[in-house]
């Protein structure tokens, strides 16, 4: 298992302000819908050759660089 840094290339803990922008916010929300799994009637439709959401994200694993 690798290991997983919670500080940036800068070497400074990567945070998020409380008080975001707008655009941050909509950003933010954009990511948070993409990052779910696929509806179970593409499995059907695609005949079971699209199984799984190849680009979903975890939080801990892979940051957006926001």
């Given amino acids: 298992m690798t290991r997983v840094s919670r500080f940036t290339a800068a ?3 990567a ?3 409380s008080q975001k922008t707008f655009r941050t916010k909509v950003k933010l929300a ?3 819908k993409q ?3 696929i509806p179970h009637w593409i499995r059907f439709r695609t005949n079971n050759k699209i199984r799984y959401n190849a680009k979903r ?3 801990r694993r ?3 660089g926001i």
């Fill in 15 to 17: 945070k998020m302000p």
């Fill in 57 to 59: 994200r975890h939080w």
């Fill in 11 to 13: 070497g400074q803990a």
């Fill in 30 to 32: 954009k990511k948070a």
């Fill in 62 to 64: 892979t940051k957006l």
């Fill in 35 to 37: 990052n779910r799994p």
